[in-house]
């Protein structure tokens, strides 16, 4: 079974329209310890997060949109081995909160504007290539947005100033 610093997940976080709870800022300040309950009762065991800060980007794709706050979540702790299935069940944790605060991934443009973005990037060495699921993320290591951010968190060189 992988230990910690076997297989680390990442998620990536990023919001650039209101949501019920406000401003972008606000949506990202109020998931974050959602995102780590969900996190922990997904893994079943105590976790160690590890979070960047948060970044301000232009939008990729439609350009007639806010700039993006973005950030990232590195989680080292993970006992739980990587699987598909374990893979896909938290994805739909993911999805649940990204509806819990307001994104409606049916009616939307594709990278067009959303109150909430949180994609896996990858766990420890998983390759998925499933219709639901890509890992790792297959443009992560073309965008900027995120491997800031992700460098950040796996140095633990940034304390999250949100």
Do not use: I
């Not at 610093?5 to 300040?29: C, F, K, W, Y």
């Not at 979540?73 to 994805?91: F, G, R």
């Not at 594709?110 to 973005?117: A, I, S, T, V």
């Amino acid at each position: 079974m992988p230990l910690a610093d076997d297989a680390p997940l990442a998620v990536a976080l990023g919001a650039n329209q209101p949501s019920a709870v406000g401003e972008a800022r606000q949506t990202l300040l109020a998931v974050r310890p959602l995102l780590e309950a969900q996190l922990t009762a997904w893994a079943a065991q105590p976790l160690q997060f590890h979070w960047s800060a948060l970044l301000e980007t232009d939008p990729v794709g439609p350009v007639d949109q806010p700039r993006y706050l973005n950030g990232v979540l590195l989680v080292k702790t993970l006992a739980l081995e990587p699987s598909e299935a374990a893979a896909l069940q938290l994805l739909d944790r993911l999805h649940g909160l990204e509806r819990r605060f307001g994104r409606d991934r049916t009616q939307e443009q594709r990278w067009g504007p959303r109150p909430l973005d949180l994609d896996l990037l990858f766990w420890g060495e998983l390759r998925l290539d499933h219709p639901q699921l890509v890992l790792p993320h297959p443009r992560l290591h073309l965008r900027a947005f995120v491997l800031e951010p992700l460098l950040q968190a796996m140095q633990a060189s940034h304390p999250p100033c949100w």
